[in-house]
């Protein structure tokens, strides 16, 4: 009677065993290490069809195809649903050298470069909930892709992505180290639920080294990136007529030859709801170059021209070391099709955009510039709490401040497109509904230029100004055909006698007793 109690606790304990084991082999069977599918992490050996192997047993079950310390030579990878590429400290992914080993894909979206961009080591295609992590490196090896000529679009092609998400769900790349591109770095093309976070990124071996770019995707979340690139950075784009949408980036540090923060060109489909907060943007740890500067062409440059939209965009919090100009906003009307036998673009609209906190130190003389065009102005754009620390060398002096300046409206857009402009600060143009507040304009000493000039403008309020001038400076800010103006609390912009001035054609223009 005695023993039924005791071989009923053995079966419990025996059950709790099989399960016990059942759960951990399961968990194990989630962990597919390429070594195991015949792998060899030696640099030389081509493991495309291991991994490759590895990859479609994992897709099977879900899971892991680990990477361990080793340096894995492979050509195109097809990443497949519910697989997560780990790439464990000291393994290295390495990127095949031949062009040729790198199948030309179909995007299956019709957008800007689909010509000739066809190409990546890590292709992934119509899946979900897929990822890159680990402390591990995906090196493209991107150097060895030499460009033959200048003609476009042959200059573009047989150069791969480094990584190339399309029409995908759910996609994580996580803390890896990415690494020498042929191409842009990360192309993410109509994919929706996207998170980048914690990725080292370095990207100068090739042209064209963007260091991403979110094209037409919706819902993503870019954090905690470190990276450094020859062409662009943290880019946003509209290739197609999708629309890039509902996207935060937040606590990066950017270095970028070009443009360390770039919306478009390519606006198609537009951009909407935006959120960029906490970021610092940096000179370059490479002093060479392939294009722009060494401390970068444009910090933050906005640039809407090919139409669609531009709305709901909020930039704050961010410091700005080392670029030409450390903002650009531009609606313009180049109007290129994204594709052969799309229709000719309308201007697009850019509206209700707002950048606040911002520090920017070490820029040229060029100035800012926050243009739109005659037939597509502008529309409810804010600035507050800035402050901009020229070099002022004394070029400014050499452009005359009533002569207008060239439209360029069908022009590809770049932050100095304009030459030196007729302010050291800030000039604006074709715009409405224009607020600035809390401006701090500092440069080194020589500059003769007011520090604002609005232009063609209506609607703009100039509040708490606070201008370095010289004695030769005519006044603080400058208003040129613009009307319905208020000017404001302006700070002592001493040593220049007026602190502004208007044209006959301005009307409209009421100043407080601190601007009179």
């Known amino acids: 009677m005695q023993l039924f109690p005791v071989t009923k606790k053995i079966f419990h304990a025996l059950l709790l065993c099989c399960l016990f084991i059942g759960v951990t082999g399961s968990v194990k069977a989630q962990w597919y290490d390429v070594t195991r599918y015949g792998a060899i992490g030696d640099s030389t050996t081509d493991n495309t069809k291991a991994i490759q192997k590895a990859i479609d047993a994992c897709a099977a079950t879900g899971g892991k195809v680990y990477f361990p310390a080793g340096r894995f030579l492979t050509a195109t990878l097809y990443l497949k649903s519910n697989v997560t590429l780990h790439v464990a400290a000291g393994a290295t992914i390495l990127g095949h050298t031949d062009t040729k080993q790198y199948p030309y894909q179909d995007a299956g979206i019709r957008f800007y470069g689909d010509e000739w961009a ?77 998170w980048i976070e914690g990725v080292r990124i370095w990207n100068h071996s090739n042209k064209n ?26 880019t946003i784009k509209s290739t197609s007529p999708h629309i890039s949408e509902n996207i935060t980036i937040s606590n990066c540090v950017i270095s970028s030859h070009c443009n360390a923060l770039k919306f478009g060109t390519e606006s198609t489909g537009g951009f909407r709801n935006i959120a960029v907060s906490n970021c610092v943007i940096k000179p370059s740890a490479q002093p060479t170059t392939i294009y722009g500067k060494p401390a970068g062409n444009s910090g933050i440059s906005l640039e809407m021209v090919d139409g669609g939209i531009m709305e709901n965009i909020t930039i ?29 673009p309308a201007p697009g609209r850019a ?48 452009v005359n401040l009533y002569e207008p300046v060239v439209e360029k409206e069908t022009e590809y857009p770049e932050a100095t497109m304009f030459g030196n402009l007729p302010s050291y600060g ?91």
């Open 316 to 344: 704050s919090n961010i410091v700005i070391e080392g670029p030409q100009v450390p903002l650009f906003v531009r609606l313009g009307n180049r109007a290129r099709p994204h594709t052969k036998d799309s229709p000719v």
């Open 426 to 516: 800030f000039f604006i143009r074709y715009a409405k509904d224009v607020r600035l507040s809390d401006i701090t304009l500092r440069n080194a000493g020589k500059e003769t230029r007011p520090g604002v000039v609005v232009a063609q403008t209506q609607q703009f309020t100039l509040n708490a100004l606070d201008v370095q001038t010289s004695s030769s400076t005519p006044a603080a800010v400058y208003i040129n055909n613009s009307k319905d103006g208020i000017i404001s609390n302006s700070r002592n912009a001493y040593p220049v006698q007026r602190v502004w001035i208007k044209d006959q054609q301005s009307t409209n223009i009421k100043a407080d007793e601190a601007a009179k």
């Open 118 to 194: 066809k190409q990546s080591l890590i292709f992934c295609k119509d899946q979900e909930n897929v990822g890159i992590e680990g402390s591990g490196t995906i090196d493209g090896q991107g150097g060895a892709f030499v460009i033959t000529t200048n003609k476009k679009p042959d200059r573009y092609r047989d150069r791969p992505y480094l990584l190339w998400f399309i029409n995908c769900k759910n996609v994580k790349v996580r803390d890896v180290s990415l690494r020498n591109s042929a191409f842009w770095m990360q192309h993410y093309l109509g994919c929706e639920f996207v």
């Open 209 to 234: 080294n963007d260091m991403m770019d979110i094209d037409g995707c919706r819902n993503v979340h870019i954090s905690g990136i470190t990276g450094d690139s020859d062409d662009d950075g943290i």
């Open 351 to 398: 509206r209700n955009i707002h950048l606040s906190n911002i520090t920017a130190t070490g820029a040229d003389e060029t100035g800012c510039s926050i243009s739109g065009i005659a037939k597509a102005p502008l529309e409810n754009i804010s600035l507050e709490h800035i402050y901009i620390e020229t070099k002022g060398d004394g070029d400014g002096a050499k």
